[in-house]
């Protein structure tokens, strides 16, 4: 399963979660997060494949931002169209496009279809007014009604006591998880030691 930390800034809180085995490493340059790491990176990571979070930037900003701070994967988490994907991907990125989900509707299959063949991955998220790391769940279940061949993570308030309901859902295109705010002792810090365990627990039982 694929394993990755978003909403890092500091350079001591990076390295250590850096150590900790996660593939994906995301770094928010949207100002309006709590969790916004300015301009660019003062630490970059080595070990773990380098996440750029936008809302709603242009994609030449997106390709300066992502040259300084050496990113590989970009994370597209507003209302970004299809084409825009498309440019990012033909600039030779990574790209993720996040949707964000609410349970009291259904899953937005009409909008989401409009991005296949243009992502290599989704993130399906808790719809919010800042564009994630709310803490909140969404219904997991809505997602049965995901048809795509897209991969996609699934993220939204995933916590240190949500280890088995991860284990026990299932979907052909899940394929990883996104942690946040249910790792962190303030905006941006994550809690190694909670991070470490939870980790193994995912892993030793997916082995």
Same mark, same amino acid.
């Given at each position: 399963?694929?394993?990755?930390i978003?909403?890092?800034?500091d350079?001591?809180?990076?390295?250590?979660?850096e150590q900790l085995?996660v593939?994906w490493?995301?770094?928010i340059?949207y100002?309006?997060?709590?969790r916004?790491v300015g301009?660019?990176?003062?630490?970059?990571?080595?070990?773990?494949k380098?996440?750029?979070v936008?809302?709603d930037e242009l994609?030449?900003r997106? /390709?300066?931002?992502?040259s300084?701070?050496?990113l590989?994967?970009?994370?597209?988490?507003?209302?970004?169209s299809?084409?825009?994907?498309?440019?990012?991907q033909d600039? /030779?990125?990574t790209?993720?496009k996040? &949707?964000g989900?609410?349970?009291d509707?259904?899953?937005?299959?009409?909008?989401?279809?409009?991005?296949?063949?243009?992502?290599?991955?989704?993130?399906f998220?808790t719809?919010?007014?800042?564009h994630?790391?709310?803490g909140?769940?969404?219904?997991w279940e809505?997602?049965?009604?995901?048809? /795509?061949?897209?991969? &996609?993570?699934?993220?939204?308030?995933?916590?240190p006591?949500?280890a088995a309901?991860?284990?026990e &859902?299932?979907?052909?295109?899940f394929m /990883?998880?996104?942690?946040?705010?249910?790792f962190?002792?303030?905006?941006a810090?994550?809690?190694c030691t909670?991070?470490?365990?939870f980790?193994?627990t995912i892993?030793?039982?997916?082995d």
């Open positions: 399963m694929l394993i990755k978003c909403g890092m800034r350079a001591e809180n990076i390295q250590a979660v085995g593939d490493m995301g770094f340059f100002p309006g997060s709590s916004y301009k660019e990176l003062n630490y970059i990571p080595e070990k773990v380098r996440v750029g936008f809302v994609p030449e997106i /390709g300066e931002i992502a300084k701070s050496r590989q994967i970009i994370q597209l988490h507003g209302s970004e299809p084409a825009t994907c498309r440019t990012m600039a /030779g990125f790209v993720v996040a &949707f989900m609410e349970s509707k259904p899953f937005p299959a009409s909008l989401v279809e409009q991005y296949i063949g243009s992502c290599d991955y989704f993130i998220d719809r919010t007014a800042l994630g790391g709310s909140k769940k969404f219904h809505l997602l049965s009604s995901y048809r /795509g061949e897209t991969p &996609f993570l699934l993220s939204g308030g995933i916590g006591d949500d309901a991860i284990r &859902f299932t979907h052909p295109q /990883g998880i996104d942690l946040n705010s249910g962190e002792t303030s905006p810090i994550k809690e909670s991070l470490q365990n980790i193994k892993r030793y039982e997916q």
